[in-house]
């Protein structure tokens, strides 16, 4: 049973992560109604320079690496990706209001691959390493009722803690507030969003802001555990299923997505994998996702998909 707690526990924190990848997905779905594909190099993009200046700004300053100069860092790096959807929505998403979503997908990964080269030329393409201060040891739970007790990582423990808070944050922020009912009208129709006077170019920046700073704690998180390396732009593979569960434009449909994946992955490895030679985790979400496209496409709270005739 403790076992069975500990693998159930690692599920939970990495479904977490994966959740917050997939709201950046959600975010730029809502707000443009296009799959953004840019988001893993977003990721990749935003951790290369959280890593070059959290060990640029104490030479410049001629201070120690710490908490200091990992706050300087965050803020210029969440600056850099406000700067960076800015330029996105002045380049390229204000060229292409009202055009077909294929367009737009294209666009994206456009700026996938501009990010993908952009970031490595500018900021080197060696592996970097993040670190934020998060502990590396595990701790023992529940000794008292399990023999040995159940082993967590309080790595994995935190960085579920602050996806949690973000998520929370962001569900709130989207829900309740003006800017979450703009981004829902610009989301159905762009033309008639601005005919009512929502400014289209200024719901665009803040939601790729967001997606940015997502992108950003997304980053971190992974990076601080794997470095800094072009995979991380790969992790944005793993919210794709995630997204196609939950529903592209959920964002509660994207926590329960990436914490059903998450579960699914670490339980069907342990205890299926044995049985048909291992390697489960790496195709389950996929697996998954593809049944429910064939079952449920819209995702389990995604809208309906209703078909006009």
Known sequence: ?????????????????????AIGFVLIFKASGVFNFAQGAMVLFSALVMARFAEWIPQWLGMEPGLVGN???????????????????????????????????????????????FGPMVFGSEVYSINVGMPKDPVFLMESTFEGGVMISLEDLMAAGIAAVM??????FFQKTKTGRALRAVADDHQAAQSIGIPLSRIWVIVWSVAGAVALVVGIIWGSK???QYSLSLVALKA???????????????????????????????????????????????????????V???GLFGDKIIDRV
């Open 296 to 298: 449920r496409p819209q």
């Open 71 to 117: 706050l300087l860092a965050i803020v210029v790096t969440l600056v850099g990706m406000v700067i960076v959807a800015w330029a996105i929505e002045r380049l390229a998403l204000r060229h292409l209001v009202n055009q077909e979503p294929i367009i737009l997908l294209m666009a994206t990964l456009g700026i996938a691959y501009l990010l993908d080269g």
């Open 167 to 172: 998520v929370a944050a962001l569900s709130i």
């Open 1 to 21: 049973m403790a076992f069975f707690l500990e693998t159930l526990f690692g599920g939970l924190m990495v479904g977490t992560l994966y959740a917050l990848v």
């Open 226 to 228: 794997l470095g800094v």
């Open 240 to 294: 794709l299923p995630v997204v196609i569960l939950g529903g592209l434009t959920s964002l509660p449909g994207a926590i329960i997505g990436g914490l059903i994946i998450g579960v699914g992955e670490k339980l069907s490895e342990v205890y299926l994998g044995p049985m048909v030679g291992g390697g489960i985790e790496t195709w389950f979400a996929y697996g998954l996702a593809l049944c429910f496209l064939l």
